[in-house]
């Protein structure tokens, strides 16, 4: 059922054309808890799956991050893994290609799972440094939010206009902001931003310590939004930038 039911999802995207929706990247958000059991009889573990998930040409990258706070509803998951393709297309054929292994890993060892997509937007994007694996991050501050009905437009405008007069660049630990939609996947929090930096202390700097840009948030709470949450991740413990693992794309 499961096989025959994505397949038909992935036929209604191509044949619909939800690509040309997205010009820019696709983001995979994946919540999870790990089952008791990491191994199954036969010897295959999650990590044989995301190894072959690594070389395929559609990924551009993998990360694994844990819950620091959480202000959905709701527990917070043990887990949560980013995958980032290409685009639409890539990510249907990263599908395509990795089903089996996708319904083996989903089934048997990260369970309770939530998986949402994200579309790129690129008008809330500041890179000041690039993540790598030498170089990872994983101290993320995350904002979801909705608009108010009829407010979508103006809001988006506010936000972009506020952020372009915050300054993080001048924090050393301040590695990117990126900015997503999800409006085609779902009407509860149809906005994705966060803010990364390599350090606790960084991120602390940036978002409580210098206010500008959690007040800009709290401007547009008030005015533009029906529901909003915030939640920090941060890397696994004993890893280094949560987890970061560059996808075969990035070898292209």
């Not at 990247?25 to 010897?43: C, P, W």
């Not at 990360?63 to 509803?73: A, E, F, I, K, Q």
């Not at 309770?112 to 440094?129: F, G, S």
Request: glycine share 8%; hydrophobic share 40%.
């Amino acid at each position: 059922f499961f096989f025959e039911t994505f397949s038909i999802m992935l036929k209604f995207l191509a044949l619909f054309g939800v690509v040309a929706l997205c010009s820019g990247s696709v983001l995979m958000e994946v919540s999870f808890d790990l089952a008791l059991q990491q191994e199954s009889e036969t010897g295959y573990t999650a990590s044989h799956t995301v190894e072959e998930y690594l070389k395929d040409s559609n990924l551009l990258w993998l990360r694994y991050l844990n819950t620091l706070v959480s202000g959905s509803h709701g527990a917070a998951p043990m887990r949560t893994a980013m995958m980032e393709f290409t685009d639409y297309a890539g990510w249907t054929k990263f599908e395509s290609t990795n089903m089996e292994r996708t319904h083996i890993l989903y089934d048997l060892f990260w369970i309770n799972w939530k998986r949402v997509l994200w579309e790129d937007n690129a008008a809330l994007t500041v890179k000041a440094k690039e993540r790598s694996e030498e170089s990872p991050g994983g101290y993320m501050y995350l904002f979801r939010y909705a608009f108010k009905d009829g407010k979508a437009k103006e809001g988006s405008h506010f936000i972009e206009s506020k952020l372009k007069g915050i300054d993080m660049k001048s924090n050393d630990g301040f590695l990117e902001r990126r900015g997503f939609t999800n409006g085609l996947w779902q009407d509860e929090y149809t906005n994705l931003m966060w803010v990364e930096f390599s350090s606790m202390e960084s991120l602390s700097k940036s978002v409580y310590e210098d206010a500008a840009f959690v007040d800009a948030l709290k401007e547009a709470k008030e005015k533009y939004f029906s529901k909003y949450a915030t939640s920090i991740m941060v890397p696994s413990a004993g890893s280094q930038g949560g987890q970061f693992f560059q996808g075969g794309a990035s070898e292209k």
